[in-house]
């Protein structure tokens, strides 16, 4: 309460050199934190940034989850959050969070650790690793769409559960090679319950749903440690390669002096990190793309001839799989999922706990508060001219200016999975652009965040089977 007032007494909204930004830090402890849930449920953060915006200019302070936290704006904010970490801010995220996905997790990490397993993940995201692995993703959104769309063809049909299905089941199959449904039914019930808890207050007593998701964390982490088990058997029989999975290397991957580079804890933490960091994002923004698909015809066309000219090349026979090489060819279908990312991004911002005082323009930001980048910058017509408008055409040429269009973050800890995350949308909208077409069931569904963006009714569609 102290920190409170001490903060709230700065709350001036003069600019002259060491004041701290102006702003309101609202009620104690609850700050803006309702207000900015209540803007997340009407899909609306842009209003609720862009008031502040209006009152107190591009830099100001609010009060969210009981800090105060510093809005930088883009360009010249983003440029410097971005390029500061571990210098004037740290990576910093919510505690409960932080105990739900564990201390040896890549967003708990800092320093040499940091860099340690940002290596580790990137020998298994990088472009050049990712590439093998563009076929089996092919071949098991084939199966997702005989196995989940066909037998609705000529009905109505939710798009956003099938969707978040097929990322889940593509993760399971690429971080730890889970195949079958049974292998995967498994995990999805703890992880669905242990995703639940990331939001709540991080109150450990039970019969919250926080203490149910630190117990479905430890459930996780059992059935980890026997796929790691497993794993190394597998190794000894010359039965696995290194870099068959996410799992494989982990297990395998080395430091400069011999010894492996994750320990079991840490290899258990990050394979529950990259489910959740691969899951919601990318079901969000497949399933809003066909959203803005169904109500763009123009654009839906473009992909559909896009595709079909890749399909052709393959001579158009069913059940090909895509190459790495394909998805090159896939411009405007990517130009659609940034545009997708743009208008409904699924993480608004970044926070960072500011580590040492520094200035930014006339202000003082000092250490003790946090920092933040956001997408507000994703809808000033200023950047983005008519920024309400589904344009995916704003991509083509040089694009958006730097630092201004920031959907997977930026810097040293910038989203490791962009890569793996457009390689997986792309595939699944290949075939299913190329078997399907769709109308809205009701064109008036909203959007809603819980956090990330979403259909409020699960985005139902009219299926049509393509001939
Ligand atoms: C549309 C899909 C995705 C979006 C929009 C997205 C966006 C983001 C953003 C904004 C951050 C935080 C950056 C920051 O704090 O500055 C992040 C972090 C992260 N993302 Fe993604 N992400 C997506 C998909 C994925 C996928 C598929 C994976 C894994 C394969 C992944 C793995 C991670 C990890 C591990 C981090 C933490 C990085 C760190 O702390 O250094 N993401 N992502």
Request: with cysteine; proline share 7%.
């Amino acid at each position: 309460l102290l920190q409170f007032l001490r903060n709230s007494s700065s709350n001036s909204s003069s600019s002259s050199k060491g004041r701290v930004p102006p702003g309101s830090l609202g009620v104690p402890v609850i700050g803006d934190s309702l207000n900015f849930v209540k803007a997340l449920k009407r899909n609306d953060p842009w209003r609720f940034y862009g008031e502040k915006r209006a009152k107190y200019g591009p830099v100001f302070k609010m009060s969210l989850l009981g800090s105060p936290v510093v809005i930088l704006p883009a360009p010249a904010g983003h440029k410097l959050l971005f390029g500061s970490e571990e210098k004037l801010m740290v990576n910093s995220w919510p505690v409960g969070f932080k105990r739900l996905l564990g201390p040896g997790s890549l967003t708990s990490l800092t320093g040499e650790d940091f860099k340690r397993m940002k290596k580790v993940f990137m020998s298994f995201l990088k472009p050049e690793a990712l590439q093998r692995y563009v076929p089996r993703v092919s071949q098991l959104s084939l199966k997702h769409l005989e196995d989940h769309w066909e037998a609705y063809a000529g009905e109505e049909f939710a798009i956003y559960p099938a969707v978040k299905s097929f990322i889940f089941s593509v993760a399971c199959s690429s971080f730890m090679s889970l195949e079958t449904e049974e292998e995967q039914l498994e995990l999805e019930e703890p992880f669905a319950i242990w995703t639940k808890g990331l939001l709540q207050l991080p109150v450990n007593i039970p019969g919250t749903l926080f203490h149910k998701a630190l117990k479905r964390r430890e459930v996780i982490h059992d059935l980890l440690g026997r796929l790691i088990s497993k794993r190394r058997q597998e190794f000894l029989q010359g039965r696995a390669s290194e870099s068959s999975d996410m799992l494989s290397v982990m297990l395998s991957y080395r430091n400069e002096d011999g010894k492996p580079a994750c320990t079991d804890a840490e290899i258990k933490d990050n394979l529950l990190l990259l489910l959740f960091a691969a899951h919601d994002t990318s079901s969000s923004t497949l399933t809003l793309s066909l959203k803005f698909l169904a109500e763009n015809p123009y654009w839906r066309n473009q992909v559909l001839q896009e595709n079909l000219a890749i399909s052709q090349e393959k001579s158009g026979q069913d059940g090909y799989s895509l190459e790495w090489d394909d998805l090159r060819g896939m411009k405007v279908s990517w130009r659609v999922l940034q545009e997708t990312l743009r208008l409904q991004p699924p993480a608004l911002s970044g926070y960072r706990e500011v580590i040492q005082d520094f200035e930014f323009g006339d202000y003082l930001i000092p250490k003790g508060w946090k920092a933040c980048w956001t997408v507000v910058s994703h809808r000033l017509p200023e950047f983005f001219p008519d920024p309400e408008k589904f344009d995916p055409s704003r991509f083509e040429g040089d694009g958006p200016t730097p630092y201004t269009y920031v959907p997977f973050g930026g810097g040293p800890r910038m989203c490791p999975g962009n890569e793996y995350a457009k390689m997986v949308m792309l595939v699944l909208l290949h075939h299913l652009v190329l078997r399907f077409d769709w109308q809205l069931a009701d064109p008036d569904e909203g959007v809603t965040m819980d956090p990330m963006p979403m259909p409020q009714n699960g985005l139902n569609v009219k299926l049509h089977k393509r001939t």
